[in-house]
């Protein structure tokens, strides 16, 4: 089974960058696509950015030209960041990583992002 660890969350003002990590582990040599998500409480679930095992990325709405997904592979992990640029007060969610696996799809329980001066 995959697991998945996210981080890299935190406090950071306006204008600031920050960068999340999510780590796999477990049969990471059959992980396909890899997807950041977003959730504000009591909003739906949102697309932030994925990429695919071949590492073309793809984004959301909320992820276009701000933000840069990235996927990294060594023998025993599989890491994928998320570089956040231009951050905005609507930026503030929790994100979450999720990886696709021989047709499950696996999440992370999340890192946290607030936007805040």
């Known amino acids: 089974q995959v697991q998945l660890v996210e981080s890299g969350g935190g406090l950071v003002q306006p204008g600031g960058s920050l960068r999340l990590f999510c780590a796999a582990s477990?049969?990471?040599?059959?992980?396909?696509?890899m997807v950041w998500y977003r959730q504000v409480p009591g909003k739906e679930l949102e697309l932030v950015a994925s990429?695919?095992?071949?590492?073309?990325?793809?984004?959301g709405d909320s992820g276009k030209g701000r933000f840069t997904i990235s996927r990294d592979t060594t023998k025993d992990t599989v890491t994928v960041y998320l570089q956040m640029n231009s951050i905005k007060s609507e930026d503030t969610a929790v994100y979450y990583c999720?990886?696709?696996?021989?047709?499950?799809?696996?999440w992370g329980k999340g890192t946290l992002v607030t936007v805040s001066s």
């Open positions: 477990g049969p990471i040599f059959s992980i396909n696509a």
């Open positions: 999720t990886a696709d696996h021989w047709g499950a799809r696996y």
């Open positions: 990429i695919t095992s071949g590492g073309a990325p793809n984004y």
